[in-house]
């Protein structure tokens, strides 16, 4: 399974821009890069995916690198209620389809 | 749209006794539904993958005879713990996935089981 690398947190000001990295070196070409966020004692939440273009909806913008070994997610304007932790996850399109999480990025929101 | 439910929220029970938690996709047709566990301050594990009308695919390490999956219809699976012990105490998730040209997943709201 190809896996993902993220840092274990990260901590950013409240109406300010957030970046959370992810690194997929083994990507392999029909693997598209999903974005979930989990809130506390609730299930993960989609927030966004892609393939090989930079994506944006209303939640937040995915940058993917041109070789597709990375990507980032970014929160254009920060809220207190963004404050969870962010899995990158590769979809495997062959075989069984699952997402596989790794250990997620804390990301908190300082007022 | 797109929403998935599941029930209970919370059960506590005796050690050796069964436990159901049940997952509906509630307003589309779920072909493959996945049951996660999730450990206090630890990520998702994927524990099975159920397809409906056929046996659930168990990963590595997990006990099918344990962790009973039946995926009777296209918006319903349960997950029974069998015989549970405190060790089974644990935050159980699902997801429904939407059949597409990508592999979007919906999740549950999670089931926290206590044993005692």
């Known amino acids: 399974d190809a896996k993902t690398t993220q840092p274990n947190s990260m901590e950013s000001n409240e109406e300010e821009p957030v970046h959370l990295p992810c690194n997929h070196s083994t990507i392999s070409g029909t693997d598209y890069i999903h974005w979930y966020l989990q809130l506390p004692s609730q299930g993960p939440e989609y927030v966004i995916h892609?393939?090989?273009s930079n994506v944006n909806n209303r939640m937040a913008s995915l940058a993917i690198a041109e070789d597709r070994k990375s990507s980032t997610l970014i929160l254009h304007r920060a809220t207190l209620r963004d404050a969870a932790v962010y899995y990158c996850?590769?979809?495997?399109?062959?075989?069984?389809?699952?997402?596989?999480f790794g250990q997620g990025t804390r990301l908190t929101i300082n007022p | 749209g797109a929403v998935v439910s599941q029930h209970p929220s919370r059960v506590i029970c005796k050690s050796g006794t069964s436990v159901k938690i049940e997952c509906r996709s509630l307003?589309?047709?779920?072909?493959?539904m996945f049951w996660y566990r999730q450990f206090p301050k630890q990520s998702l594990m994927l524990m099975a993958t159920s397809n409906e009308g056929s046996k659930a695919t168990y990963e590595q390490g997990v006990e099918k005879d344990k962790f009973l999956i039946n995926h009777a219809s296209l918006t319903l699976s349960t997950l029974t713990v069998t015989s549970a012990h405190p060790e089974d105490s644990s935050f159980y998730i699902c997801s429904a996935r939407v059949r597409g040209t990508y592999n979007e997943q919906f999740f549950g709201p999670g089931t926290r089981l206590t044993v005692l």
């Open positions: 996850i590769l979809s495997l399109l062959q075989g069984a389809q699952k997402l596989v």
């Open positions: 892609g393939l090989t």
């Open positions: 307003d589309f047709q779920a072909t493959t």
